[in-house]
C-alpha cells in the first residue's frame, strides 16, 4: 500500500456528498408534503452505494446517489410523504454529514503532520 493510496478521503467526500443529496430530497418532500398525489423520493443507503462502487457499478469520486420513490401513500389524497419520517432523515443526515466531514479533516491534518507541515 501506497502513502498515495488515499481511498479513505475519496469514500469520506462520497458521504459527504451522499449526505448532502440526502437532505436535498428530504428538503423537496418536506416542501411538498400537501400536494396531493405526490410520490416521495428517497436516496439509496450509504451502504447500497458503497456495495455499487465495490462492485465496479458507482464512481466514488463522482457518485451518482439512485433515488427511487415510495409507493405507499399515507394520506387521502395520494400523497406519501410522512413529515416525521422526512425530519429523521434530515437529522440523520447531518449526522452523517458531520461525521465525514471530520474524518476527511483528520485525516488531511495527518497528511500533513506526514509531510512535515502544520494546518
Known sequence: MSILNLDVL???????????????????????????????????????????????????????FRTFQKEIANSPNGNSVNLEVEMFKAAEAQGQHEMALSVYTKSLDLLRTAIGRKG
Open 10 to 64: 475519496s469514500v469520506y467526500s462520497a458521504m459527504a456528498r451522499h449526505a448532502a443529496e440526502s437532505q436535498k430530497v428530504s428538503a423537496t418532500n418536506i416542501a411538498h408534503a400537501d400536494d396531493p398525489g405526490f410520490k416521495a423520493t428517497q436516496v439509496e443507503s450509504f451502504q447500497d452505494f458503497l456495495a455499487r462502487a465495490a462492485a465496479g457499478t458507482a464512481d466514488e469520486t463522482d457518485p451518482v
